[in-house]
């Protein structure tokens, strides 16, 4: 995973752009767009580049990942 977007999952969380919806739901800004925000659970997310991911990675075994992602696994070790 590249540090970036371990940056931008940082910041998602103390700009408090994560917030917890329901077990296992959580809403997040769009870091390039305020007023978007994304439906992300802790293995899936709604942003162009998760479902960008699959596209081209599929089958490779490999998982997706996102800033948005990111910011979920951070947000909860700091919960
Ligand atoms: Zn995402």
């Given at each position: 995973m590249s540090a970036s977007t371990i940056k931008k999952a940082k910041k998602l969380v103390e700009t408090s752009g994560v917030k917890k919806?329901?077990?296992?739901?959580?809403?997040?800004?769009?870091?390039?767009?305020?007023d978007k925000s994304y439906f992300v659970t802790s293995d899936?997310?709604?942003c162009p580049g998760f479902k960008n991911f699959y596209k081209f990675h599929h089958g490779k075994g490999l998982k997706a990942n996102c800033s948005h992602l990111e910011a979920v696994r951070i947000f909860k070790k700091e919960e």
């Open positions: 919806i329901d077990d296992d739901l959580y809403q997040i800004k769009s870091s390039s767009d305020p899936s997310c709604e």
